[in-house]
């Protein structure tokens, strides 16, 4: 399970990388059902990034995936084209989405919007990898 004080470590390692690459950014973590734990927009991030943060957190738990992942699978003529049409169009297929792990089991995601595709995909990466503490 994602407690919120995971999800407030995880965050703040994102807030840090953020910081560290001079991006603003909105910052979400879910739980094993998807359900948003915690939130953050830090000063001066785009507000049109909050939903695309907290559904690309959502996108990597409902499937299992990065968003960067999912993104190749769903190209024209590749198996998942289409995809990001589906769940009331919730699903986003841009990096910044990755599921969190613990003992080889998915418990819950986190999503990260507000900058260029690697920005974004290496400051989930610094949540994600402070999930443990």
């Known amino acids: 399970m994602i407690t919120l004080n995971d999800a407030v470590r995880m965050i703040n390692a994102a807030q840090d ?4 690459i001079s991006q603003p950014m ?10 948003l734990v915690a939130h953050v927009r830090m000063d001066n ?17 409902a499937f299992d995936i ?8 769903s190209q024209s003529g590749q198996d998942f084209f289409g995809i990001h049409t589906t769940n ?7 990096p910044g989405g990755l599921p969190l792990k613990r003992g080889g089991k998915v418990v819950g995601a986190i999503g990260v919007s507000g900058g260029m595709a690697d920005q974004d995909a290496q400051v989930a990466q610094a949540g994600a990898d402070a999930i443990e503490g």
């Open 17 to 20: 990388k953020a910081e560290e």
């Open 26 to 35: 909105n910052i979400a973590v879910v739980d094993e059902g998807g359900n």
């Open 45 to 61: 991030a785009w507000v049109g990034s909050v939903d695309i943060a907290i559904n690309k957190a959502w996108t990597s738990r």
């Open 66 to 73: 990065s968003t960067a992942e999912l993104a190749k699978l």
């Open 88 to 94: 009331n169009a919730r699903v986003v297929i841009f």
